[in-house]
């Protein structure tokens, strides 16, 4: 008797859903991003090995869940990103290509006063971003992870963007202990002295610091496969949260799950365990041990992001989503190939800084449920931009795609006579051309990659100096990329910065050649761009076509002033943040506690306060960035990576930031006068 009443109430619910449900539900969305991975460094980028070398480096690649997933799913194989990753995130999240919104890193930390809508890092101001866009088509919306698209405003945050919760950091890197910003986690010695955590929580009712427990490395040498501490062990636990509570039986508010990785980005922290594993996975798979200690903390990482992926995925489905799923996977530029970044992107071009296939051919794909059935295993051809996916997700969402917010803020602009905004770049059909196995609507137009790269497919146009123009092999670092580093002629990272200023060691620190006017390469059957075409007199027509069709391009290129960091900003970390980098203007109502005051700082907050105030002394300045290069030096040779078969490897190579700061602090001793008047 009950069970037939309940029966017939589901059926009776079901008949008054019906003019709803003849529409289908809109689809969940799993969006996946992997930080600085290399084309190399994934399963489905491995799956031929002819040579000893590649069958090795096959073996060093543990990635199953996602070899799994491309199965099921959809691979890009011309999806394409911008060199560096604020940029890159700026696009995927405005929807303008990156030299339409954003073509440097900035600090977080800089502001412009005579721009209130561009002078500050990241996407401007009033942009609309692409949760706002989807929570519009009445999708529920949630980030998790690295965020790198500005954080000035309350408006630039991820909440301010359209999440209606986050739990992230908005700079490049953090450390994956202790959520600090130290020299080997950010690459540079900042305005704020590298003093702050990186770790922060919005939703309706707090705004603010994260507090948990978990603001540490106290489980850093945990034999625990994944210590509570570890960031990305924090990351999965709050994604799977927000999976477990989200209401499936509300299918007018599907669920939006921005789940942005640390992984695969410096600095190279693993749990132990992990570090262990995969050497003895691939010794028992009748590999051989690794030669290269960043190169396997760099395997052992990326196993752990498959295995977050395989517990993200396996929500879904404990949840009985997964066949309403679309799962989206992307990295945000190609593998950095400097050291310590240590991912290679073989048999491409060039890395993570340069216009080559390695910094900007992106790895991407598709999966989930909601991939046609026949449509899995498919591999599509046809172009597609970062930029492109904040159109795909109003589509879905059933919301237009234009910016009006932007359109109104450039009535503005255009009276001060600053920058205007640039509309929405993501092409509409890309979804219907991926799902149909049809040329897409980039097929036969040029994109615009940077100021100083033009894709107009098959032929690619780079010009100018490029750093790493260099091909790496199939197992790449390794000991003599050790012995290059010792030597002197690097790879070297080429953004280190001293105070805001980049230092610059020279051409061969950075493998860095010089392409001029332009290194013409037909990318379909070159991939590897080995055979510059410039010099051939049957290109010498689309060579000049395209050099002038960029310089065209180029009269679009976004380069508001951003502005430079004001040591207001670091002040507004330690007491309106609580010790976090967090918005720093027009905050009135964001942080939900109290500001603290001076008396609330504990002894050493207060002399990093002061330390910060005498930066603010040009001559200090001066005299620290004098020291700058020789710290550098100093630096990254602590970073480098070790040839296990001459050294001992043991998963901690780390570069040590108190000795940076010591000295730091040792060249503004005389200035200690100055302090004073700061606390
Ligand atoms: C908001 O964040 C706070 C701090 O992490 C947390 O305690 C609270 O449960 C969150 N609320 C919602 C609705 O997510
Ligand atoms: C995945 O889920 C398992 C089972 O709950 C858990 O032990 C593990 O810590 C999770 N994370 C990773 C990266 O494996
Ligand atoms: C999807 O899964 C739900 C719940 O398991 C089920 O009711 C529904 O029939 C499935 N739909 C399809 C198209 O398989
Ligand atoms: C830009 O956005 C801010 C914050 O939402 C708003 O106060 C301001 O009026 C906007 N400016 C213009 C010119 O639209
Ligand atoms: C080792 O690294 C060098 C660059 O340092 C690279 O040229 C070489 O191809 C790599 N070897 C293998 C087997 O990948
Ligand atoms: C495009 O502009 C950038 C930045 O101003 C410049 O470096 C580059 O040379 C320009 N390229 C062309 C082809 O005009
Ligand atoms: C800083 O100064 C102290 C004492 O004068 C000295 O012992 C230390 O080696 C210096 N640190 C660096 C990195 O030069």
């Given at each position: 008797m009950k069970l037939q009443w309940f029966v017939s109430a589901a059926s009776l619910a079901a008949v008054s859903a019906a003019p709803e449900a003849a529409k289908a539900?809109?689809?969940?969305?799993?969006?996946?991003?992997?930080?600085?991975?290399?084309?190399?460094?994934?399963?489905?980028?491995r799956t031929t090995a002819k040579t000893e070398d590649e069958k090795q480096g096959q073996l060093e690649v543990q990635t199953p869940t996602i070899n799994q997933l491309v199965k099921e799913g959809i691979q890009l194989d011309r999806h394409y990103s911008y060199r560096i990753c604020g940029p890159a995130r700026s696009a995927l999240l405005s929807g303008r290509l990156a030299p339409h919104v954003l073509v440097k890193n900035v600090a977080v930390t800089a502001s412009n006063p005579d721009d209130p809508i561009s002078g500050y890092a990241g996407i401007p101001r009033n942009m609309?971003?692409?949760?706002?866009?989807?929570?519009?088509?009445?999708?529920?919306?949630?980030?998790?992870?690295?965020?790198?698209?500005?954080?000035?405003?309350?408006?630039?945050?991820?909440?301010?963007?359209?999440?209606?919760?986050?739990?992230?950091?908005?700079?490049?890197?953090?450390?994956?202990?202790?959520?600090?910003?130290?020299?080997?986690?950010?690459?540079?010695?900042?305005?704020?002295?590298?003093?702050?955590?990186?770790?922060?929580?919005?939703?309706?009712?707090?705004?603010?610091?994260?507090?948990?427990?978990?603001?540490t490395d106290a489980c850093k040498s945990s034999n625990e496969p994944t210590p509570y501490c570890y960031e990305e062990k924090m990351f999965e636990d709050h994604s799977l949260e927000i999976i477990r509570n989200h209401d499936t039986s509300d299918v007018e508010h599907p669920l939006f799950l921005f789940h942005a990785f640390h992984l695969l980005h410096t600095p190279l922290q693993v749990p132990k365990y992990y570090y262990e594993q995969i050497e003895k996975d691939v010794i028992q798979q009748g590999g051989k041990a690794f030669d290269s200690e960043n190169r396997r903390l760099l395997m052992?990482?990326?196993?752990?992001?498959?295995?977050?992926?395989?517990?993200?995925?396996?929500?879904?489905?404990?949840?009985?989503?997964?066949?309403?799923?679309?799962?989206?996977?992307?990295?945000?530029?190609?593998?950095?190939?400097?050291?310590?970044g240590s991912a290679n992107n073989y048999p491409l071009r060039g890395g993570k800084y340069s216009d080559f296939e390695g910094?900007?051919?992106?790895?991407?794909?598709?999966?989930?449920?909601?991939?046609?059935?026949?449509?899995?295993?498919?591999?599509?051809?046809?172009?597609?931009?970062?930029?492109?996916?904040?159109?795909?997700?109003?589509?879905?969402?059933?919301?237009?795609?234009?910016?009006d917010k932007s359109e109104e803020a450039n009535k503005w602009l255009a009276k001060q006579g600053l920058s205007l905004?640039?509309?929405?770049?993501?092409?509409?059909?890309?979804?219907?051309?991926?799902?149909?196995?049809?040329?897409?609507?980039?097929?036969?137009?040029?994109?615009?990659?940077?100021?100083?790269?033009?894709?107009?497919?098959?032929?690619?146009?780079?010009?100018?100096?490029?750093?790493?123009?260099?091909?790496?092999?199939?197992?790449?670092?390794?000991?003599?990329?050790?012995?290059?580093?010792?030597?002197?002629?690097?790879?070297?990272?080429?953004?280190?910065?001293?105070?805001?200023?980049?230092?610059?060691?020279?051409?061969?620190?950075?493998?860095?050649?010089?392409?001029?006017?332009?290194?013409?390469?037909?990318?379909?059957d070159d991939?590897?761009?080995?055979?510059?075409?410039?010099?051939?007199?049957?290109?010498?027509?689309?060579l000049s076509r395209m050099i002038s069709s960029l310089s065209t391009f180029n009269k679009t290129l976004f380069v508001p002033e951003r502005g430079e960091t004001h040591v207001q900003a670091c002040y507004n970390a330690m007491l309106n943040g609580g010790g976090?980098?967090?918005?720093?203007?027009?905050?009135?109502?964001?942080?939900?506690?109290?500001?603290?005051v001076i008396e609330d700082l504990s002894a050493h907050e207060k002399a990093q306060m002061a330390l910060m105030g005498a930066l603010t002394f040009d001559s200090v300045k001066k005299t620290i960035q004098k020291y700058a290069p020789t710290l550098v030096l100093k630096l990254l040779e602590k970073s480098c990576d070790k040839c296990c078969t001459e050294e001992s490897c043991n998963g901690g190579t780390n570069l040590n930031l108190p000795e940076a700061l010591d000295l730091v602090q040792n060249l503004t001793k005389s200035h200690q006068a100055h302090q004073v008047a700061y606390i």
């Open positions: 539900p809109k689809p969940h969305v799993l969006f996946l991003l992997a930080d600085d991975l290399g084309w190399a460094n994934i399963g489905f980028h609309t971003g692409m949760g706002e866009k989807v929570r519009r088509g009445g999708y529920r919306t949630h980030y998790t992870g690295k965020w790198d698209a500005g954080m000035a405003t309350p408006q630039h945050t991820p909440y301010g963007r359209g999440f209606e919760t986050s739990f992230m950091y908005y700079q490049h890197a953090n450390d994956y202990w202790n959520k600090k910003t130290g020299i080997q986690a950010t690459g540079e010695i900042t305005t704020c002295l590298n003093a702050f955590y990186d770790l922060m929580v919005e939703n309706h009712s707090y705004r603010g610091p994260y507090k948990g427990p978990a603001l052992a990482m990326t196993k752990y992001m498959d295995d977050t992926i395989k517990n993200l995925t396996e929500a879904f489905k404990a949840k009985g989503m997964w066949n309403n799923t679309l799962v989206v996977f992307t990295t945000d530029n190609g593998g950095p190939i400097y050291e310590p910094g900007v051919r992106t790895s991407t794909f598709m999966s989930g449920g909601y991939i046609p059935k026949e449509r899995q295993g498919y591999v599509h051809k046809g172009v597609v931009s970062v930029a492109d996916w904040y159109t795909i997700f109003s589509e879905l969402a059933g919301v237009d795609e234009h910016d905004l640039s509309p929405v770049d993501g092409k509409k059909g890309q979804l219907e051309a991926i799902f149909g196995a049809k040329a897409g609507p980039r097929d036969s137009e040029p994109l615009f990659l940077s100021g100083s790269a033009l894709l107009e497919y098959p032929y690619k146009l780079v010009t100018g100096k490029q750093p790493y123009m260099a091909h790496t092999g199939p197992l790449y670092p390794n000991c003599s990329t050790v012995a290059s580093m010792k030597g002197g002629h690097g790879p070297d990272f080429i953004d280190f910065s001293v105070l805001e200023e980049k230092v610059d060691l020279g051409d061969s620190f950075y493998w860095r050649g010089d392409c001029a006017a332009g290194c013409l390469f037909n990318v379909e991939p590897a761009e080995s055979v510059d075409l410039s010099h051939d007199p049957a290109q010498k027509e689309r976090h980098f967090g918005p720093f203007v027009d905050i009135q109502g964001y942080y939900t506690d109290k500001p603290r």
